[in-house]
Each structure stands twice: as structure tokens, then as C-alpha cells.
């Protein structure tokens, strides 16, 4: 068995590793997403603050993947990519939203 493809920033953890591999189909097409693809759905899933979110968002990726999607949906992107600073809609949305609370 082939080592499980991660991203750029995030590794993906154990729960996404298991829904992705349970289907040969998801996880083909989870490995012909580019390093930067993945991260965005590692970081997306992994930015939930619930279980239930979590759960939820892992379902999605599935779905996604499923449709063709190479990036989550509505997803601003990662904030954690060290090779590109975050736009101005991050900043504000994702940055500084966070501090605020």
C-alpha cells in the first residue's frame, strides 16, 4: 500500500485518512489533487471547531472529490502556507475574525 498523500502545510489525520481510503474511487482522485489542493481540504476539515462540524466537512470532501472538485467549496483558504502571505479576504474574514473573540 502506497504511503497516504498529505499537503503542502497539513497531514492529514487519521478520521480523513480512513473516510478517504475507504472508497478506491476517493482516494484515486485524492491523489491526482496537487499538493495544494489537499492542504486546502486537510485545513478546511481540520479548522472545525466541532465533532459534528468535523464530521460533516469530512463527508464533503468526500462529495467533492466525488463531483471533480480540486478545492473546498467556499473555503477562503489556508492561512497556515508559509509561501504566500494570506489575501486581504483572510486577513479580515479568517485573521482577524479570530482575534476579535
Request: with cysteine; proline share 4%.
Amino acid at each position: 500500500m502506497n504511503a497516504f498523500l498529505h499537503g503542502t502545510v497539513h497531514e492529514a489525520a487519521e478520521d480523513l485518512q480512513t473516510a478517504i481510503s475507504s472508497n478506491p474511487e476517493t482516494l484515486a482522485l485524492w491523489e491526482k489533487l496537487t499538493p495544494l489542493g489537499r492542504n486546502e481540504f486537510i485545513c478546511w476539515v481540520d479548522d472545525a471547531k466541532q465533532d459534528k462540524t468535523r464530521q460533516k466537512r469530512i463527508a464533503r470532501t468526500l462529495e467533492e472529490l466525488l463531483e471533480g472538485k480540486k478545492r473546498p467549496c467556499c473555503w477562503a483558504g489556508c492561512i497556515h502556507r508559509t509561501d504566500k502571505a494570506p489575501g486581504k479576504w483572510q486577513q479580515a474574514v479568517l485573521i482577524d475574525k479570530k482575534r476579535a473573540k
